[in-house]
């Protein structure tokens, strides 16, 4: 007697498309700390962060270290600059050309540069694109893990030191006289680190490996100093020394959102080397990502 076999019944569920590629969002946000170096390579990028937090305790007296909070004080110049009042306390922790280039270029070479050329060179892209996750989904993820482990330094850092020295001071002054400019600061800082990590991720879509997106990130941050140097003496323009290479075009405008006295640089140059070679990545990436770009 034979019997009858049969299916079980099921239920189709859409799954929403953010929930596809969030997995690979947080991936990539643990990626850096999955190994000894990469823990090792942000613990280094925390270092103005410490060296800052200790001066804020001897600002405000929580340590004793043999009169140098007298000495800063005693000093104008020193005193603006450690002064936890003022927004280019906090600002210049990140834009600061050093030690915050080499940090940046550290950070993102270890875990930005090579986030989309390490699953072409793993053959992982063809994999993705049967889970339901589309090249935009993709790059999205990409972007948003990208994105959070670097904001944790640039953004999170200046955080932390402002409301430490707000629970530290004396009085509720200080927030009184920081609270003004601190969405602007934090605004700026987001805006700056998404352009850098934007551009980070899409030259990593266009390399053929790892390798080749580090150096060409690396190349693309400290050459193009070189270029607006060259550039700024050919068309007798000192100013553009300030705002046409990558580095110094998101300390503008970080400093510009935040208050701060950008030196002369112009804001809307700046800003527009940043969105201009943002868009042209995006045009190029966008045909490099795609399915049959990817499998052919």
Request: a positive charge.
């Amino acid at each position: 007697m034979s019997e009858r076999l049969g299916y079980r019944a099921t239920h189709f569920t859409t799954i929403a498309t953010w929930r596809r590629w969030w997995p690979l969002a947080v991936s990539e946000f643990l990626h850096l700390f999955r190994s000894k170096w990469g823990v090792a390579v942000f613990c280094v990028c925390l270092l103005p962060f410490v060296v800052r937090m200790f001066v804020l305790m001897i600002w405000f007296g929580v340590v004793e270290f043999g009169g140098l909070r007298s000495h800063l004080a005693g000093r104008a110049e020193m005193f603006l600059r450690w002064n936890p009042t003022q927004p280019h306390f906090y600002v210049e922790a990140v834009v600061q050309t050093f030690p915050g280039l080499p940090l940046l270029v550290l950070l993102t070479a270890t875990v930005t540069a090579g986030a989309i050329a390490r699953d072409r060179t793993t053959n992982a892209l063809e994999l993705l694109w049967t889970r339901g996750i589309t090249p935009l989904g993709y790059l999205t993820a990409k972007f948003v893990g990208a994105f959070a482990v670097l904001a944790s330094v640039t953004v999170g850092t200046p955080l932390v030191l402002w409301l430490f020295a707000t629970l530290v001071a004396e009085d509720w002054q200080l927030l009184g006289d920081t609270v003004a400019f601190l969405p602007g600061l934090l605004l700026g800082l987001l805006a700056v680190t998404a352009a850098w990590t934007a551009i980070c991720v899409l030259i990593s879509s266009l390399a053929a490996n790892s390798s080749q997106a580090i150096v060409t990130w690396c190349i693309l941050m400290v050459g193009s100093s070189a270029v607006a140097n060259v550039t700024a003496a050919v068309f007798r323009s000192p100013d553009m020394k300030s705002w046409a290479s990558v580095w110094d075009a998101g300390a503008v405008v970080a400093r510009e959102m935040a208050g701060v006295s950008t030196r002369g640089a112009p804001f809307v140059p700046a800003t527009l080397v940043l969105g201009g070679l943002v868009l042209v990545l995006v045009i190029v990436a966008s045909r490099r990502l795609s399915v049959r770009g990817a499998l052919g």
